[in-house]
């Protein structure tokens, strides 16, 4: 089994990054769905030697050098679209689940909305984290971790933040 931690949307936080990190410590790779309002090297750096995959946010527009706009990551079986959402229009669902079609995505990971979803749509699961946005909106922070299983199969588990 391998397990992914899985957030969007820190705007800045990067203590409630930490957080989360540190909460869940058998992880074996991170997705970030955008918004890091910060250097891609603090997240990094708080990441350590977990490979992270990170995608630009409508809020990163300062950083469109450095992050895609979206990656296909493989595990296993699947492949994983991981996009911020906002060039999808989301949370419209029609284009951003041609792209994944389009890619051979059985996975979409997204964010932008501040909203925790999870849903499987025509074959595809559509999962965005929600957000590790700031203190004040505590009753909302959430992320999540997918366990994708030695026969194929995942498991996602929606944790709270606080």
């Known amino acids: 089994m391998r397990r992914y931690l899985v957030c969007s949307d820190i705007h800045g936080f990067l203590e409630n990054f930490i957080e989360a990190l540190e909460r869940e410590q058998d992880v074996d790779a991170i997705l970030v769905a955008g918004d890091i309002e ?18 630009r946010g409508n809020c990163d527009y300062y950083l469109s050098r450095e992050l895609p706009d979206e990656l296909v990551i493989r595990e296993g079986s ?19 689940r041609q792209q994944a079609k389009q890619k051979k995505c059985d996975m979409i990971v997204f964010g932008h909305t501040h909203q925790y979803f999870e849903r499987e749509i025509d074959g595809i699961m559509f999962l965005n984290p929600g957000n590790l946005k700031g203190r004040l909106e505590w009753k909302t922070q959430s992320y999540m971790l997918i366990d994708f299983n030695d026969d194929g199969s995942i498991d996602i588990i929606k944790k709270r933040f606080r």
């Open 78 to 96: 699947h492949r994983i679209l991981l996009t911020h959402g906002h060039l999808y229009g989301v949370p419209r669902i029609a284009p951003i």
């Open 38 to 55: 910060m250097k891609t090297r603090e997240l990094l750096q708080a990441a350590g030697d977990l490979p992270c995959y990170i995608v």
